[in-house]
Each structure stands twice: as structure tokens, then as C-alpha cells.
């Protein structure tokens, strides 16, 4: 008889603990920046963690960590997020998703357990949109959706993110080869922290995400006029950072009557920065949310028709650079089944939600059937260092991670589960 396949909970929460130690930032939460020398060598942790689950790694020339169990002759399920961290965040946001598809290849390895589909265990390069550049890189480029344009973006140190891969291990000449063939695989799952209070405060210990959201960024260059702080009439001023701060709290308010579901400016940069000097330039970011492409739309000329009249009003310069646009995805319901029956032969309590958070699967599900789990976020905190998950549902949102890839692995079989819309 074939052995339960049962995740080692230790041998989970251990990995993401050492995982936890590559930060740039001792004591100050983790900071792992898309292809910094920490990111790469947690990258090369992880690849030795999966040489010992049996899986043969390579990094892409996207810099994305791949794993694949050997011999694979038929079809496909893929597993991961991210190992690249906000500046100051958490351990768990992308690593644990990494970490728990190595742990269902390293469970399936000890079990002796094969399953019709081989496992591809990801580690996609620049999630977060490391130092300024637009996220999702790697998730990208394995739907072959980086071009020479993002490949030649250069973020806030001056370096464009085609040297930062190349730097990392990457090669972007060859980026068009890091793209999946859809036909190969039927399924990405990707399992995270919900990042946001829903599951915490039900006290439901495994979330089955229905859709994720879509974000619109926006760059802003308010250009003002700096002059003396203590000669210039009020008058007279041309600020800069008054501008951008009356942009702000009307950015705030939009979703008070439902333009979007949540608007954030979380980056601003004063020019010259200085107490005595009227401020001359700011540049401002921003970004909008919702499950809605069309609201995202709305808020686009929404944010145009605001910008306009703030600057027509305070005699400012506005240029305004639209960013990324990563859509709101439904996930596949077939996958969502499946999390939902795994949940349930484990007796786990489960609940139904869509996520907050961008994730690496909603680029996925451009080609892919892909679905999502969620485990609690202890008081709804991430991309902070408060972030924190209680152990036990860290071990059992791995379980029926594996448990889910082989309910749909003993349903599937060969056939396929048709891409998701
Ligand atoms: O910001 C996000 O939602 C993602 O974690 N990058
Ligand atoms: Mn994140
Ligand atoms: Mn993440």
C-alpha cells in the first residue's frame, strides 16, 4: 500500500526559519529585495532543499528557481510564489509558498508516492517590484509577457531590470525561453498568507480564493517652484509638496463612495527636503485596487480629471507616468473544488474569499487553470515585520496544499482541466 503522503511540519516551519536569517535588515523584518545578494542566496538554499525532494532545479533566464521531478513524460502541476520581499516586510509573505511546494515535493519524495502529473516547484524572481520596478517579473516571463520595454525599465538606483537579471544569474536575451507551454501543465496552486484580517478574525484556519484583485500603478512628477520658506508670499507659492499632499488625501477618499476598493499613495520623495525651502518637486506613488477591471478603468480618469485640476488650481507641473496594470483574475473553479474537498478530508474549516493582495497566479492564470489558498494572517498584518502565522496552520495549509494536487491529480488523470477564463 502507498504510504499517506504527510507533510513533515518541522522540517516546513525549520526552512522558513533559515530562510527567515537571508535579510538585509537583521532585527528590522526581512528584507530581500528581488536579485539582491540575499534573494540569491535564499534562491540557492532552496534549490540544494529541492535537489534533496528528488527535483532537478534550474534557474531560468528570467532568474526564476524551477524544479522539476524527473522522468516526466506527461503533464504538469506547478507550486510557488516568491522568495523576494518588500523593504521591512515579513517571513512568510512568498517564502512559505515556496517552501510548502518544496515541502508537497519532499512529502510525495518520502512517501514513495507518484502521481500522474509531474510537480514543477516555482520560485519567481521580483514579485514586489523590488527598488522602484513593476512587479511580477518572473510570473511574467513564464507567460511570456516581459518585453524588450519592461526588460529595459530602470528602477531607482539607475539600473535597468534586464543587468538586474543578468546579475542575478539570469539571462534576458533569452527571456522568450522561460515561457511555459500551457499544454504541459493543467494546474498552478499557489499557497500564501491571506495578509489581511478575513480568515484571523472568522478563526477559520484555511481560506479557498475565488479571484484575485487587480492594481493600477501610478508615477507622479509634481514640478512646483522651490523658493525661500520665510520671503515667498503665500501667495506667490508654486509647492510642490502641498500639491501632492492635496492629491493624497483625495487618492484616500475614493473608495469611501466605491470608485475602487482600496487607493494608496505609499511613496512619496520631496525635493529638496529641506524645513526652509518651499518645495520645489515630489515625486509621488500611487496605486489603486479592485476586482473590477472596469472600476480600475473608472479610477484611471478619475485620478487624470483630479490631476488636472490640481495643478491647473496651484500653478504646479504634473506629469503622470501610468504603471503597471496587473488584472483581476477569477480563479479556476476546479481548483478551488479541489482545496475545498481537501480542506474538508482533513476536517479543516474553510472559507470562501477573494484576495487583497497581488499574487504571481493571477499572471499565471493568463495561460493557466491556477487557484489559491489562503492560511491566516495573525491580526490581518504583511509587508511589515509584525507578520505572523500561527505554526499549526502554517503545516496544515502545506497539507492540503499536497492534498489538493493529488485530489486533482486522481481526478484528472490525463485530461486536463481547460484554461480558466
Ligand atoms: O503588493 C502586492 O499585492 C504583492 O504582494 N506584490
Ligand atoms: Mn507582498
Ligand atoms: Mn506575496
Same mark, same amino acid.
Do not use: K
Given at each position: ?181 500551457? @499544454?504541459?501543465?493543467? /494546474?498552478?496552486?499557489? $499557497? ?5 484580517? *478575513?480568515? !484571523?478574525?472568522?478563526? =477559520? %484556519? +484555511? ?87 472596469? @472600476?480600475?478603468?473608472? /479610477?484611471?480618469?478619475? $485620478? ?5 485640476? *490640481?495643478? !491647473?488650481?496651484?500653478? =504646479? %507641473? +504634473? ?103
Amino acid at each position: 500500500m502507498t504510504p499517506p503522503v504527510v507533510v513533515d511540519g518541522e522540517r516546513l516551519l525549520w526552512r522558513l526559519d533559515e530562510l527567515a536569517r537571508l535579510t538585509a535588515t537583521p532585527g528590522e523584518g526581512v528584507t530581500r529585495e528581488a536579485w539582491s545578494r540575499v534573494d540569491v542566496e535564499a534562491r540557492d538554499r532552496v534549490a540544494g532543499w529541492m535537489r534533496d525532494a528528488g527535483l532537478h532545479p534550474i534557474v531560468d533566464p528570467a532568474a526564476n528557481l524551477i524544479g522539476r521531478s524527473p522522468g516526466v513524460v506527461g503533464r504538469w502541476f506547478a507550486s510557488g510564489s516568491h522568495l523576494d520581499t518588500v523593504v521591512h516586510g515579513g517571513h512568510l509573505d512568498g517564502a512559505y509558498g515556496v517552501v510548502a511546494a518544496l515541502e508537497a515535493a519532499s512529502a510525495l519524495h518520502d512517501a514513495g508516492h507518484t502521481m500522474d502529473h509531474g510537480l514543477l516547484v516555482a520560485a519567481f524572481a521580483n514579485e514586489e517590484g523590488a527598488r522602484g520596478t513593476a512587479g511580477m517579473t518572473g510570473s511574467y516571463a513564464c507567460v511570456g509577457g516581459v518585453s524588450d520595454a519592461a526588460l529595459d525599465e530602470v528602477d531607482d538606483e539607475g539600473v535597468t531590470v534586464r543587468d538586474r537579471i543578468a546579475g542575478a544569474g539570469g539571462d534576458p536575451g533569452r527571456i522568450a525561453e522561460a515561457r511555459w507551454d500551457p @499544454a504541459d501543465i493543467d /494546474a498552478f496552486v499557489e $499557497l500564501h498568507i491571506e495578509q489581511g484580517p *478575513v480568515l !484571523a478574525d472568522a478563526e =477559520v %484556519g +484555511i481560506g479557498v480564493v475565488t479571484g484575485i484583485t487587480g492594481r493600477q500603478a501610478l508615477d507622479l512628477r509634481i514640478a512646483g517652484a522651490a523658493n525661500h520658506a520665510g520671503t515667498t508670499p503665500m501667495r506667490l507659492r508654486r509647492d510642490a509638496l502641498a500639491a501632492a499632499a492635496e492629491i493624497v488625501l483625495a487618492v484616500e477618499a475614493m473608495p469611501a463612495d466605491g470608485a475602487v476598493r482600496v487607493a494608496t499613495c505609499g511613496f512619496v520623495d520631496a525635493v529638496p527636503n529641506v524645513r526652509n525651502v518651499v518645495p520645489g518637486l515630489v515625486h509621488l506613488g500611487v496605486e489603486v485596487r479592485d476586482e473590477s477591471a472596469a @472600476a480600475l478603468d473608472a /479610477a484611471v480618469a478619475r $485620478l487624470d480629471a483630479l490631476l488636472t485640476e *490640481v495643478a !491647473a488650481r496651484r500653478g =504646479v %507641473g +504634473i506629469d503622470r507616468t501610468w504603471g503597471q496594470r496587473v488584472p483581476p483574475r477569477d480563479v479556476a473553479p476546479a481548483v478551488a473544488d479541489g482545496v475545498r474537498r481537501a480542506a474538508a478530508v482533513r476536517g479543516l474549516a474553510h472559507l470562501d474569499l477573494p484576495s487583497g493582495a497581488g499574487h504571481d497566479a493571477q499572471v499565471l492564470a493568463d495561460a493557466l487553470p491556477m487557484g489559491m489558498i489562503f492560511v491566516p494572517s495573525t491580526s490581518g498584518v504583511s509587508h511589515a515585520p509584525g507578520e505572523h502565522t500561527e505554526p499549526a496552520d502554517l503545516v496544515s495549509g502545506a497539507q492540503v496544499l499536497v492534498d489538493t494536487l493529488l485530489d486533482l491529480d486522481a481526478r484528472l488523470g490525463r485530461a486536463g482541466l481547460g484554461v480558466a477564463s
